[in-house]
């Protein structure tokens, strides 16, 4: 499956974006577990929510409160809609597919990444 991301962008703290990504190419429909990862400069990338297939999600401590994790599976896309930004919120965002319908927190276990959308949360 290949992934493409999309939807961050420039935001003032305190404010929202909402993050997609699609699923594209023939297995687009199989798809089970897509995570959301950041990777903010000189840091490693970090685990922050995933939904499985069936619609059961899981978050990194703390983000619940202001992200949460949906799927479209009919229009093959994730989202990850952020509320409440904080330039601690700054990173690169990628979504990937687990090879299954599993979750880990682990960036080592996900195959397939999308090419990263830039969040930038300005104090």
């Known amino acids: 499956v290949q992934l493409q991301a999309f939807g961050g962008g420039l935001v003032q703290a305190g404010g929202s974006l909402r993050l997609s990504c699609a699923a594209c190419?023939?297995?687009?429909?199989?798809?089970?577990?897509v995570a959301w990862f950041r990777e903010a400069p000189d840091q490693e990338r970090e685990f922050v929510a995933a939904?499985?297939?069936?619609?059961?999600?899981a978050y990194a401590n703390g983000l619940k409160v202001r992200f949460t994790v949906s799927r479209d599976n009919a229009k093959n896309t994730v989202y990850l809609q952020m509320n409440s930004l904080k330039p601690d919120d700054t990173a690169v965002y990628y979504c990937?597919?687990?090879?299954?319908?599993?979750?880990?927190?682990?960036?080592?276990?996900?195959?397939?990444w999308g090419q990263g959308t830039q969040v930038t949360v300005s104090s």
């Open positions: 990937a597919a687990f090879p299954g319908d599993g979750v880990s927190t682990s960036p080592r276990s996900y195959r397939a």
């Open positions: 190419g023939p297995t687009a429909g199989t798809y089970g577990t």
């Open positions: 939904v499985r297939r069936g619609g059961n999600t």
